[in-house]
């Protein structure tokens, strides 16, 4: 059995060529290494996955605190095809499937945006509406090894609840001189449901690793381009309100609090990602004393997607001409309805963003035991979400003759994905995909905010205002940037127990804005409608029981100027409730012991340290309501606050045994506020829904408002570790863990009851013409007004359970095979009973692999259940919803012709990859009743074939 010594561990760690958080440790590393290449010490060399374990297994043991490393197979090449994926079979980390792909990430209960995320020690900006990193948006083929620190210490700037991420490029002065290319061919089991999207795509990438000037310049470079299409079938449920009692079928009781689907929205969906990245990392050996390093990343990143299908009001919130068939348990089953004209939806989405990441970072010894450093880093992110709804059917609402538009009848059950549709017992079906009956125009009158534009206003015919809005552009513009600036002392000192001394001073200037635009869109024929201009075909909606819809190019209509643009920031308060910037600027000033001693006869090593962190926070946005000439009426308003924090951090490990570890850990944690959180923006807002409008209850009221808090101090909390770990073999270990997070400052949402009769307007806070009555003004001027506040408390904790198995142990016959496992178990609430953001009680990650003579075989699966998450709604804003979690299993098998003898094959391999190959579905759910599903989606199975060169 070989042991690894910590020489060795640090010389596996320098031959890596990643890039550590702390350039200073990263040179100290490469001592070790030299010291241990004078003394002979062999590690024996071992490729592909294998080696991968081995090298993230030397990585862990090595490290003071509690930690899980991804080391990548090769230059270029993690286990899996993106870092989300090889994240997210780490143990305590689940991921989070998003339109099909593995996107986000919990740490330890918390998901991304309370989880730090670095590049080579530098805090990384996201590309989403908050804080935290879609890891699926950032190119694999950089990453060289990623550190989950689950346990700070005090010089680990890019702090969160969760842990810190940090994603380590490749250093090219240690790295082996390289040349890869990597392509990918990639194929959907799930034929695209829209006809002008591909069900297949590619992917090619370069990495090239060299060195110059005597092996004092080194240089990398990596170039990745991706077109990847996913393909989805989506259920979303409106909601549950409450059945009438007497809607009961002939021998059917419908009991008090009986719940009925309200109505939903079904599209069949399909999308193509397109992403193309360049990475550069350059460093250099200017003297003996001084070593320079500078890092470029740039994506451009763009997806588009159609999303194709009927939106329809159900019982209560659609119609009152429903009848219920089955109650099961406070649940109506099954019913059938009539009575509302279903809105076909031609929706389109682009999402377009792009990434600058710069770093450069000077190191200068000066004596033979202090050194310094100065880090300099800017970055800045732009995204645009360009997200057109397209509203046809059976006929424009309105008019003042009789409707004689067909009524479209269904009967349905519910079923574990939500419901299935079918026949009405008495009521003919209606043709949605037949182009003569079909048109391009809104067919329920949903356009009440358009009530003061003149264009709109009733002349006579009995079309107004609400029979104006045929769809609508959601158009929101994100902008964020980032300067830090770092500078820092390392010294070696004999000072008792402590070896070394590592202090030093950050600031960062952040700032994000967010300029919430939207239209409404009304065809240029109004009032009267076109047939559909150029149908491309029919959107199939079979797995719900519905034949499909017509489908056509909604973003084609839109950017071809068919459509009357109405700028929706003086008609929906939303626009200027939801519209503000955020700036911070962070002092950090902080200081780190190492510990090195003997407790006994037991080595003791570690670290005891603090950050004094001081934060000036600002917001800017505006306060928004409708003023009695029914516009918008935005003030401008700012708030912000400016506090300390103190976070005091230890880390202590105890070899108890040769390569055997017990590991413990103290400390303070914190996450910043959530951007939206932070605006200083209220809004009060109307919603143009007859049921609403009728509805006497504050908390279904039409009147609404919210109101964000730009004083938020940080999400805090004081965390326990303890963990033991035995390398009992160069490639494979133990582990077992036990943590405590103690929330002590958690934000919570507070709901007021309001009166909001000073902001009702006569004559236009009203029910629609087609209402029953019709033109009423609200049963209530009360609502709901929604807060965000400190203050809340709450705890999580949870055990963690691992092995890396290699069957050589068991008997050399087994020599190639293995299995890496782990199993993770948390409970934790706060204390108004509300869930921790992606929490799952129960996670479980496997791995088994056979690796030998080139033959490579993999079969991996995670399985995470049930966890609060969000979702978009209405006007692209999240919205809380419960997931009720995944099993995925995916498995690769390829070939390494380097193993085969060929000298003109030498270099190459090959491989296939098949992801989500059980199909397993996303189904969200109403908090207390899985059954009462919200969302379903299903994406099918993916399979890439993957070649890859090194020259």
């Known amino acids: 059995m070989n042991k690894f010594k910590l020489s060795i561990l640090t010389m596996a760690i320098a031959t890596a060529g990643v890039s550590s958080y702390s350039y200073a440790q990263q040179a100290d590393q490469s001592k070790k290494a030299e010291t241990a290449k004078e003394e002979q010490i062999e590690v024996i060399g071992v490729t592909g996955f294998r080696g991968s374990l081995q090298k993230a297994q030397a990585v862990k ?20 095809t993106s870092v989300a994926e090889s994240l997210a079979r780490l143990p305590g980390l689940a991921g989070e499937r998003r339109n099909g792909r593995t996107s ?36 694999s083929e950089i990453v060289s090894t990623a550190m989950v620190y689950k346990t ?53 990438s370069i990495n090239y690793v060299d060195k110059f000037a005597d092996d004092k310049l080194g240089f990398a470079l990596v170039l990745s381009s991706i077109e990847s299409p996913r393909q989805e079938q989506q259920f979303r449920g409106w909601g549950y309100p409450e059945a009438a009692t007497t809607k009961g079928a002939p021998g059917v009781t419908v009991p008090d609090d009986t719940f009925i689907l309200g109505g939903h929205d079904t599209f069949t969906r399909s999308a193509m990602l397109k992403r193309d990245s360049i990475a550069t990392i350059i460093e250099y050996d200017a003297s003996d004393d001084l070593k320079v390093k500078f890092d470029a990343l740039y994506i451009d990143f763009n997806e588009t997607d159609a999303r194709r299908g009927l939106e329809e009001g159900m019982a209560e919130w659609g119609t009152g001409a429903y009848t219920i068939t089955e109650v099961q348990d406070g649940l109506a089953t099954a019913a059938y309805h009539n009575g509302f004209f279903s809105v076909i939806r031609n929706d389109a989405r682009e999402q377009d963003a792009e990434l600058k990441t710069f770093g450069l970072n000077l190191e200068y010894n000066i004596s033979d035991n202090w050194t310094t450093e100065l880090d300099l880093s800017t970055g800045k992110v732009d995204k645009t979400i360009t997200d057109v709804e397209s509203y046809s059917g059976v006929g424009r609402a309105g008019g003042t003759g009789p409707d004689n538009r067909p009524i479209i009848a269904r009967s349905w059950v519910m079923t574990s994905s939500g419901a299935m549709f079918g026949a009405h017992p008495t009521i003919a079906p209606v043709d949605l995909t037949n182009p003569a009956l079909i048109r391009l125009a809104g067919p329920q009158a949903w356009g009440g905010s358009l009530a003061p534009v003149p264009a709109f206003q009733d002349t006579g015919n009995g079309f107004g205002p609400t029979t104006a809005q045929d769809g609508f552009v959601n158009k929101p513009i994100f902008e964020e940037e980032l300067d830090s600036v770092r500078l820092q002392f390392n010294g070696v000192v004999e000072w008792g127990i402590f070896t070394g001394v590592e202090t030093g001073f950050v600031y960062k200037d952040r700032s994000k804005s967010k300029v919430n635009n939207g239209a409404y869109l009304t065809a240029n024929v109004w009032p009267n409608s076109d047939a559909i201009p150029n149908v491309l075909g029919v959107a199939d909606l079979s797995f719900v029981g519905i034949n499909g819809v017509l489908a056509y190019d909604s973003l084609a209509l839109y950017n071809d100027g068919y459509y009357i643009s109405t700028d929706a920031a003086f008609l929906e308060n939303g626009r200027f409730g939801d519209t503000y910037e955020i700036k911070e600027k962070i002092s950090t000033l902080y200081g780190m012991l190492d510990i090195n001693t003997e407790a006994g006869s037991i080595p003791v090593t570690g670290n005891i340290g603090v950050q004094i962190v001081k934060s000036d926070q600002e917001g800017f946005g505006f306060n928004a309501s409708s003023g009695s000439d029914r516009y918008t009426d935005a003030i401008p308003v700012s708030g912000g606050a400016d506090y300390t924090d103190v976070l005091p951090s230890m880390n202590l490990s105890f070899e108890v045994a040769d390569s055997q570890f017990i590991r413990t850990a103290v400390s303070k944690v914190m996450s910043r506020p959530r951007m939206d959180d932070l605006r200083p923006n209220s809004q009060v807002t109307f919603n143009f829904n007859d049921t609403n409008i009728l509805d006497d209850d504050p908390l279904n009221s039409a009147f609404a408002g919210n109101a964000g808090n730009s004083e938020l101090k940080p ?28 929330l002590k400052n958690w934000h919570r949402n507070i709901t007021l009851i309001n009166d909001f009769s000073d902001y009702y307007i006569p004559g236009y806070h009203q029910t629609s013409a087609q209402a029953t009555p019709p033109n009423a003004p609200p049963a209530t001027f009360l609502g709901r007004l929604d807060i965000r506040q400190d203050g809340l408390t709450g705890f999580v904790r949870g055990y963690e359970v691992q092995a890396s198995v290699p069957f050589d142990i068991i008997d050399e016959v087994l020599d190639g095979f293995g299995l890496v496992a782990s199993a993770t178990f948390m ?38 259940d049930q966890f609060a998450t969000e979702t978009r709604g209405l006007s692209l804003s999240l919205s809380p919803t419960v997931d009720q979690g995944s099993e995925l299993w995916d498995a690769q098998i390829g070939y390494d012709f380097s193993e085969s003898g060929i000298d003109a094959l030498d270099g190459l391999r090959i491989s296939l990859q098949g992801q989500n190959l059980t199909d397993e579905k996303t189904i969200q759910n109403n908090p207390g009743d899985s059954r009462q599903i919200t969302q379903y989606q299903s994406f099918g199975r993916n399979f890439l074939l993957g070649l890859n060169y090194k020259f």
């Open 827 to 864: 409970d934790g609430e706060l204390d108004d009973g509300g869930r921790v953001p992606g929490l799952s009680e129960e996670i479980y990650t496997l791995t088994a692999y056979y690796e030998r003579a080139g033959f490579e075989v993999r079969v991996s699966g995670t399985k995470r």
């Open 152 to 204: 700070p210490d005090a010089t680990l700037m890019a702090q969160g609840i969760g842990g810190t991420v940090d994603l380590q490029t490749v250093r090219p002065l240690t790295a082996e001189d390289t040349f890869v290319v990597n392509l990918n061919y990639e194929q959907n089991d799930q034929e695209a449901g829209n006809p002008d999207f591909d069900d297949h795509g590619h992917k090619a």
């Open 61 to 80: 043991m090595s490290e003071n605190s509690i930690v899980e490393v991804l080391s990548a197979e090769d230059i270029g090449k993690l286990p899996d």
């Open 715 to 742: 999400l805090e909390a004081d965390q326990f570790d303890l963990s033991y770990e035995n390398y009992y073999h160069d490639n494979g270990f133990i582990a077992a863990s036990f943590f405590y997070k103690d």
């Open 104 to 139: 986000g990430l919990s740490v330890r209960g918390f998901n991304e945006n309370y989880v730090g995320t670095s590049l080579n020690g530098r805090e990384l900006l996201g590309m989403g509406d908050n804080r935290g990193v879609e890891y699926d948006l950032y190119p």
